[in-house]
């Protein structure tokens, strides 16, 4: 049989997508299967819908190409948080791992900077408060306005990237993201539990 | 001598038959090719301006426009749109070429075609109107384009299939085997990765490294290696050094190369088994990748002269040596000590830069410039080639080398435990270099889509088609 493969290309197929499809069961869908049940850890609090549309957002506007939400168990990486688990990541769909670390990792972003305002002049113009900064500008989700309407959150943008006639608002969708950014808070249960 | 037709009239009768079946076979190859070419260009635009606004952040600052946007429509459009096309388009020809046989049916490779076409035309659409299932490498499209690219996968790997059923020799020669075997993994591979059954939690990113990996080595490393079985020994009109490396490499690849896609995930959540058996499998993957690299080697060991005066064999020499050296440095970057001070870093991008264009790309372009004017009777002008090979491969050899001297530079600010934006800072001079090889690397993109053109079939294909020879020496 094997010693004819070369003349028969149904066997060449056949033996290519069992030995394919076993491989693939085994090294992926299986152990998926079985890590996908992981659960949170006890007592984690669960996202409000507001910050769960601003992930939804995150997810939209490729955010995690350059962020990771990824901390290894390493000395370089200790500055992000402490070393992910498996349950940070229980049921969110897809977790946000990722693999590049243009900007920082942002698994631990909500209690590292816990400044609404700040990530909302951030999002506005990243080079407004980190003047170095390569990220994009995300004005598309701010309101440029004369006057502040009841009920606008207004953002605090400096002179130089806002002309003084203006006032910038935050829609509710930049609210949304600024939110996300801020629930993202690695939980650890109380101590002696 | 007798009154029955000799197996060599025969032959040459069928060839005469067949020859506006051979014709059809050789217009729609072309056509993929000429798409491919298309979408070459489109995602390089798409891989420019990124690469710009890493220096000038505000340039263009128009959502669709927008770096998280517009990354994935240069991976997808490069990877589906160019690499695909022009693989399968060369896949096509050598399948019937190498079964002494037209392809099964034109017309569903064309239905294919236009398939493929208005996938990857959604995917530029959908992405850039922020339409993703997220940062997930290589499938963020919407599933109904998933699902589309699948059918044409479908087709096209059935088309194949018939074609290499309708062989006129008993053995299946090794090309096919590679690009049968490419079209089945790629089937399973795709699906795999869209089922959202196993997909919650650290599910999705065991199949995350599973597809990332397997979507680029199970399909672009196996058709290239395919299309360089048949292109090599063909443009150096000698027969390849090993047919049994050939068949090795095949069953050693499928075995090593499956299971290795969680070292993207070293140090993760995912089970310590997975990690450590795609980091020895990484080892293992030596063994395929010096099979191919070396049995190419050893078919060119000689034929300097013929590299010389070729200008189609430079780009297979510069793709064959890509695939052994890019697939190395793979290997390395598995190691967990590689991984503490690499990964995550633009290291990894020169090193996708060094497989996905100094070794496919390469490959695809000494193909195509040896390939189609066979088919075609038309040349491209050898000075627009000259131009292209050296301009791809200049503009090639520094984004790589920028690219790997600022991931070094990023691992060393973080393990000296600076602020983060030192790394950004240090990157930055190389990121500039990095826009520079890829403006070479468009420039060359030009000429090569010129010289496309200059080797579009003439009017009277199907009559130049027969003229040229179909018998192998081995039925002379």
Redesign the interface.
């Known amino acids: 049989m094997i010693s004819r493969l070369?003349?028969?290309?149904r066997a060449?197929?056949a033996f290519?997508?069992i030995?394919?499809?076993v491989?693939?069961l085994?090294?992926?869908?299986l152990?998926?299967?079985?890590?996908?049940?992981?659960l949170p850890l006890p007592g984690a609090p669960v996202r409000s819908a507001e910050a769960e549309r601003g992930r939804q957002l995150?997810?939209?506007?490729?955010?995690?190409?350059?962020h990771?939400q990824?901390v290894?168990?390493?000395?370089?990486d200790r500055?992000f948080g402490r070393a992910?688990?498996?349950a940070?990541?229980?049921?969110?769909?897809?977790?946000?791992?990722?693999?590049?670390?243009?900007?920082?990792d942002l698994a631990n972003v909500g209690a590292r900077q816990p400044s609404e305002v700040w990530h909302l002049i951030h999002l506005y113009?990243?080079?407004a408060v980190?003047p170095?900064?390569?990220?994009?500008?995300?004005?598309?989700y701010f309101e440029s306005k004369e006057h502040a309407d009841a009920g606008d959150v207004v953002v605090p943008v400096p002179k130089a990237f806002a002309s003084s006639d203006e006032v910038i608002a935050a829609t509710p969708d930049a609210l949304a993201l600024a939110r996300y950014l801020l629930s993202l808070r690695q939980f650890s249960p109380a101590p002696g539990r | 001598m007798s009154a029955v037709a000799s197996p060599s009239q025969q032959l040459i009768t069928r060839q005469r038959s067949s020859a506006a079946a051979d014709a059809a076979t050789a217009r729609v190859a072309y056509q993929y090719l000429v798409w491919a070419t298309v979408w070459l260009l489109v995602g390089t635009v798409a891989g420019l301006l990124p690469a710009i606004?890493?220096?000038w952040?505000?340039f263009l600052?128009t959502?669709w426009l927008?770096?998280?946007?517009i990354?994935?429509i240069h991976t997808n459009t490069v990877f589906w749109g160019w690499s695909t096309m022009a693989l399968v388009g060369l896949a096509i020809y050598v399948a019937s070429r190498t079964s002494r046989a037209p392809l099964w049916s034109p017309a569903l490779a064309r239905i294919a075609l236009w398939l493929w076409n208005a996938t990857v035309f959604g995917g530029v659409v959908t992405l850039s109107a922020?339409?993703?299932?997220?940062?997930?490498?290589y499938r963020?499209w919407v599933w109904p384009l998933a699902a589309l690219l699948g059918l044409g996968v479908v087709l096209n790997g059935y088309n194949i299939?018939r074609t290499?059923?309708t062989?006129q020799l008993?053995?299946?020669y090794i090309s096919?085997?590679y690009i049968?075997?490419a079209f089945?993994?790629l089937l399973?591979?795709y699906v795999?990765a869209y089922l959202?059954?196993?997909?919650?939690?650290?599910?999705?990113?065991?199949?995350?490294g599973?597809?990332?990996h397997t979507a680029v080595g199970?399909w672009f490393t196996i058709l290239a290696v395919g299309v360089t079985y048949y292109a090599l020994p063909r443009l150096l009109g000698r027969p390849i050094y090993s047919?049994a490396l050939g068949?090795l490499g095949f069953?050693t690849n499928?075995?090593f190369y499956?299971?290795i896609?969680?070292h993207?995930?070293i140090?993760?959540?995912?089970?310590t088994w997975?990690q450590t058996?795609a980091i020895l499998f990484s080892v293992g993957m030596m063994v395929p990748v010096w099979a191919g690299t070396g049995n190419f080697l050893l078919t060119l060991r000689g034929a300097r002269h013929a590299v010389h005066q070729s200008y189609a064999l430079p780009f297979l020499l510069v793709g064959i040596l890509g695939y052994g050296l890019g697939s190395t440095q793979g290997t390395f970057e598995a190691f967990r000590t590689a991984n503490?001070y690499l990964?995550?870093?633009?290291f990894?991008?020169g090193h996708s830069h060094a497989t996905m264009y100094a070794f496919i790309a390469f490959i695809i372009w000494g193909a195509a410039y040896g390939l189609v004017p066979q088919f075609t009777g038309r040349e491209p002008n050898p000075i627009i080639v000259g131009v292209h090979f050296w301009l791809a491969l200049v503009g090639v050899v520094i984004y790589v080398v920028a690219l790997s001297v600022a991931g070094v530079l990023?691992g060393m600010t973080?393990?000296a435990?600076r602020s983060?934006?030192a790394s950004?800072?240090a990157a930055?001079p190389l990121w500039l270099w990095r826009t520079v090889g890829g403006l070479l690397m468009a420039g060359s993109h030009v000429a090569f889509a010129v010289n496309v053109w200059a080797m579009r079939p003439s009017v009277r294909l199907s009559e130049e088609i027969s003229a040229i020879p179909i018998q192998s020496t081995r039925h002379a």
């Open positions: 070369h003349r028969d290309h060449i197929v290519a997508a030995g394919y499809l491989l693939t085994v090294i992926a869908i152990p998926a299967s079985k890590v996908q049940g992981t995150y997810l939209k506007e490729g955010c995690g190409f350059c990771t990824f290894r168990d390493l000395p370089m500055p992910s688990l498996g940070d990541y229980a049921r969110e769909a897809p977790a946000l791992l990722g693999s590049e670390r243009t900007g920082p113009n990243p080079r980190v170095q900064s390569v990220m994009p500008a995300y004005a598309w | 606004k890493l220096n952040p505000d600052p959502p927008s770096f998280g946007r990354r994935p922020g339409w993703s299932r997220g940062p997930q490498e963020e299939y290499v059923g062989r008993p053995e299946v096919n085997w049968l075997g089945c993994w399973i591979l795999t959202p059954i196993y997909e919650s939690g650290v599910g999705n990113v065991v199949i995350q599973y597809y990332m199970m047919y068949v069953w499928m075995l499956t299971v896609g969680a993207h995930f140090f993760s959540p995912i089970p997975l058996i503490i990964h995550f870093t633009n990894t991008v990023q973080w393990a435990g983060f934006i950004i800072v930055e």
